[in-house]
Structure formats: structure tokens, C-alpha cells
């Protein structure tokens, strides 16, 4: 039980944190030549992982991917390096977030808050292999 609601209460800040703060709606521009909103997260020959840009910048990944490395970058599907800074770690839920200060040729993903309803759709990016 303890465990079921602290889900609830990390769940509760990361929808403040994401929806209620600054994640604003940008104005309609042409998005056909943007970089995707999954990322590349490259920590050099023996680490990587995937990330997804959500807007203004920030990227969600998995701590698991990041594990409290100074120097991270992040290639977008466009080739493009960008260099991050690691905002917000929490290890027991493996979650993590990177700020890259250049996004404007990116993508971004807006995040529901919300509990899926039986049989809707749901799709997951990334990049396991370290494919290019």
C-alpha cells in the first residue's frame, strides 16, 4: 500500500512539474522538417539509451540511462549533437530530466496526465540497439 501511493504522489509532482508549469503549446508552424521528438542519448562507446524532447527543452529519460553522468549528449534523428544538462534524477523510479538549451528544430511530445482507457492505443520510441 505504502509503495501504491508513493507511485501516486511522484506521479502527482511529475504532472505539476510537466503539465502545470511552463510546457506551453507553441504556435502552429511547419513541422515537417523538424528533428523527431525521440532522442538519442550518447555517453560514449558503452552507454546510450533514448529520451523524449516534451517542450521548452526538457527531455524525460530513464536514470537508468543517464546514472548521474556529468557529460551527456543527445543526437536528434536530424544528426545534430546537442550537449544537455541533467536537471532532476529519481533512482527508485527510474526517471530523469536533461535541458538542451537549442530545441527549436525539435519535436516535442505533450504528456497527458491521465489513466488510459481499456484497449486505446499506446506506442513507445526508442533506441535500445544504438542503431543510427
Known sequence: ????????VV???LC??????????????DRSN???STLYVDLGPFSHGSGVHIG???????WH????EDHISIK???????????????????????????FKNVKSRSLSC??????ELLSFEGNPFKLD
Do not use: P
Open 56 to 62: 521548452n527543452g526538457l527531455v524525460l529519460t530513464a
Open 114 to 119: 491521465r489513466y488510459l482507457d481499456q484497449g
Open 1 to 8: 500500500m505504502f509503495l501504491h501511493v508513493k507511485s501516486l
Open 65 to 68: 540511462v543517464v546514472d548521474d
Open 76 to 102: 536528434d534523428s536530424k544528426g545534430i549533437v546537442h550537449h544537455t544538462e541533467l536537471m532532476w534524477v529519481n533512482k527508485t523510479y527510474d526517471v530523469a530530466w536533461l535541458r538542451i538549451s537549442d
Open 16 to 29: 505539476l512539474c510537466l503539465c502545470g508549469f511552463g510546457v506551453q503549446r507553441q504556435v502552429r508552424i
Open 34 to 36: 523538424l528533428a523527431s
Open 11 to 13: 506521479a502527482a509532482i
